[in-house]
């Protein structure tokens, strides 16, 4: 099983990007799925979660401005992000959730462990 993230880059703040995880080598549409990012010096952080079934959460930092979705016929998740920050640059990650179908409520805190398959990470930098 692999998770593979892409579309990271170099933006203006202001702007925005697409990052995109593709998914092989397990029903994708059976788990939910994660992003999270990590900046120089700084622990792993949540940024954005959707269940299997569509539910997402996002992290107060970034509700608002992004946007989590999925399409399960490319086995694809994606995070759109908008009027992006300094702050918000860091090397992001997707993840897929341990657990198939797991019930989505809107106020779980979502942390690394919930999460079992890894991508590689995508950079994003932000300039001022």
């Known amino acids: 099983v692999q998770l593979q993230a892409s579309g990271g880059g170099l933006v203006q703040a202001g702007g925005s990007l697409r990052l995109s995880c593709i998914a092989s080598?397990?029903?994708?549409?059976?788990?939910?799925m994660g992003w999270f990012r990590q900046a120089p010096g700084k622990e792993r952080e949540f940024v954005a979660y959707?269940?299997?079934?569509?539910?997402?959460t996002y992290s107060d930092s970034v509700k608002g401005r992004f946007t989590i979705s999925r399409d399960n016929a490319k086995k694809t998740v994606y995070l759109q992000m908008n009027s992006l920050k300094p702050e918000d640059a860091a090397v992001y990650y997707c993840?897929?959730?341990?657990?198939?179908?797991?019930?989505?409520?809107?106020?779980?805190?979502?942390?690394?462990?919930?999460?079992?398959?890894w991508g590689q990470g995508t950079q994003v930098t932000v300039s001022s």
């Open positions: 993840a897929a959730d341990r657990v198939p179908f797991r019930e989505y409520f809107s106020d779980r805190v979502y942390v690394d462990g919930d999460f079992d398959i």
């Open positions: 080598g397990r029903t994708f549409s059976n788990y939910a």
């Open positions: 959707i269940s299997w079934s569509g539910g997402t």
